[in-house]
């Protein structure tokens, strides 16, 4: 491929050696004839004069843009030109792009997840009222999902109760259901029609499932953040229930696409990214 086609890329966090970020990126700039070299840039406990460097450094190289994972994307902010309005509204930021010299932060891990939502639960995450579980980064982008994929109550449970209550009180302002904040998974389930999980319950080596499967209920739509194991315990006891379920596959797959889009303003073939994401997982 000529130089031209070469479109630099990376991944900013920590730990990050486990992320199928450069296999899907890759695979979908290979897929529409884009030489994609997707750097990883693990830098643990990165102070905010480091991440600024790191910044102006995807600024001055020549980077497209970068993704930015766990645990710096509210630290990024500060040092970011501007915000899209998701990005501004979650208060989070995964995906930075660079124009012109400018750099404007994203939240693909909202739309990521609304579009997964849509294709795997649809119309049913609209019927009742939801528990979403964790108000951390990963709870805020998908809170922001929630909202804009019309589930008319959420409730909001936290290791955390006043981490709990302040995106409650928040998200309620972002136009869509209201948001409640709730005591304890037990409680928040009570009559709700469907379940998120947006803690790190369940990701290997933990087995654990942030719900009691005695909670759960046929006729209930469950979905998982967490992508390894591609099947968490949760997932499992909702499946064996016949509820509809969201792996965190759907929101992975999902913000990739949105994120090669915002990067290369080109659109993966169906498929391509998916496909890259599971042969990722299989091998790992």
């Given at each position: 491929m000529a130089a031209s086609n070469r479109v630099l890329l990376g991944l900013l966090g920590h730990p990050i050696s486990h992320s199928a970020a450069p296999a899907m990126m890759e695979a979908a700039g290979a897929a529409v004839g884009l030489d994609i070299r997707y750097h990883l840039i693990d830098v643990a406990g990165a102070e905010p004069d480091v991440i600024r460097r790191i910044l102006d450094g995807v600024r001055l190289i020549g980077f497209a843009g970068i993704n930015v994972t766990f645990p710096y994307k509210q630290a990024v902010i500060p040092f970011l030109d501007a915000l899209d309005p998701g990005a501004a509204q979650v208060g989070a930021v995964n995906l930075v792009t660079v124009r012109d010299g400018r750099l404007t932060g994203h939240n693909t891990d909202a739309t990521g997840f609304l579009s997964g939502l849509r294709a795997t639960v649809g119309d049913a995450a609209k019927a009742g009222p939801a528990v979403l579980i964790g108000a951390g980064g990963a709870g805020r982008a998908i809170a922001w999902s929630l909202a804009r994929g019309g589930v008319p109550e959420v409730r909001v449970v936290d290791q955390d109760p006043a981490r709990a209550a302040a995106l409650a009180e928040e998200a309620s302002g972002w136009g869509g259901g209201r948001f409640?904040?709730?005591?304890?998974?037990?409680?928040?389930?009570?009559?709700?029609?469907?379940l998120v999980n947006a803690s790190p319950a369940g990701m290997l080596p933990d087995t654990s499932s942030p719900v009691d499967s005695a909670l759960l209920r046929a006729g209930?739509?469950?979905?998982?953040?967490v992508y390894h194991p591609p099947v968490t315990p949760l997932l499992a006891a909702a499946t064996a229930l016949g509820c509809a379920i969201m792996p965190g596959r759907a929101m992975s797959v999902g913000q990739a696409g949105d994120g090669f889009a915002l990067f290369t303003g080109r659109t993966a073939p169906p498929g391509v990214i998916g496909d890259a994401f599971d042969r990722h997982v299989s091998a790992r």
């Open positions: 409640l904040p709730a005591p304890g998974v037990a409680e928040a389930v009570q009559g709700a029609a469907g209930m739509w469950v979905a998982d953040a």
